[in-house]
């Protein structure tokens, strides 16, 4: 008889918490509040997950979603946070290209 694999939990960043969801049942497996903030992004790499928000780091397990650091990111300002390589970062780039087309077609018609 074939193994099944376990699924892996679905990260989201929602209203300043990361919350861990069963992506078969919709169950929740943990939450964890971080801070006041607009977007909470999220990326993980192996048994840890990072948070960014508000312009701050959060580095949490991702089995538990308790946190394991946190660096405030001084000087840099409360913007959102880009993990390279996540799909985030790819969308946000997509969009800056669509906008860039779309002024450039706008100052083309006038």
């Avoid at 929740?28 to 840890?48: D, M, N, Q």
């Avoid at 397990?61 to 650091?69: C, E, K, P, R, Y």
Wanted: glycine share 10%.
């Amino acid at each position: 008889m074939p193994r099944t694999r376990k699924s892996e939990p679905l990260f989201i960043g929602i209203g300043s918490h990361v919350v861990a969801i069963n992506p078969t049942s919709g169950e929740e497996l943990w939450r964890t509040k971080l801070r006041s903030a607009s977007y909470i992004t999220v990326y993980r790499e192996g048994k840890h997950l990072y948070a960014g928000a508000s312009g701050e780091l959060f580095c949490l397990d991702a089995s538990s979603g308790s946190i394991v650091w946190h660096n405030k990111l001084k000087g840099l300002g409360m913007g959102i946070v880009a993990f390279a390589g996540s799909e985030y970062h790819a969308m946000a780039s997509m969009m800056a290209q669509q906008t860039a087309a779309t002024t450039a077609a706008v100052v083309a018609a006038t």
